[in-house]
């Protein structure tokens, strides 16, 4: 199925593609390019919210684009594979019988799913500014994200 199709199909049930993304067996070259497609699609979402803050505080653009490409694209994979090991952990501790390829997917999908409403949110945050629109869809985007993670993280601690 293509990726477009499993995203599509998260929003309906999280859990269910993640079995099926977890059927294809543990390919740690497919977890990391979710990953990454899903960190460069996030700093992708940040462009206009970082040109409005340049103009508005007359600062250069391009620091500001450097700044978050090395956050988001080398620092955040970092620490987005120990919180999945911290995830995995909880799992364990409460009986689970997942692996940590799964718990890395079920976070790394569960961004990469994300990622539309992450490009609305910068969409708002470049175009509207900060107000309750922001605010609004920035609750909805981390509603779906852990509905996706934790969603995600419960069928692969029970996938044997």
């Known amino acids: 199925m ?54 508005v505080n007359n600062v250069d653009l391009n620091f500001l684009l450097g700044a978050n490409l090395m956050a988001l694209v080398v620092i955040a994979p970092l620490l987005l594979y120990v919180i999945a090991t911290l995830a995995r952990g909880v799992g364990f501790i409460f009986g689970g019988q997942g692996t940590a390829y799964g718990a890395r997917l079920a976070l790394f999908w569960a961004l990469l799913a994300s990622t539309p409403l992450i490009l609305l949110h910068g969409l708002t945050a470049g175009f509207v500014g900060p107000g309750a629109e922001l605010k609004v869809v920035g609750v909805i985007w981390l509603g779906v994200f852990f509905w996706f993670w934790i969603s995600g993280s419960i069928a692969q601690e029970r996938y044997t």
């Open 2 to 55: 293509a990726i477009t199709e499993n995203i599509l199909a998260t929003y309906r049930d999280p859990s269910k593609v993640l079995i099926r993304l977890l059927s294809l067996g543990p390919r740690e070259d497919r977890a990391l390019a979710y990953l990454m497609g899903a960190c460069i699609l996030v700093f992708i979402a940040q462009w206009p919210k970082l040109a409005r803050d340049a103009f």
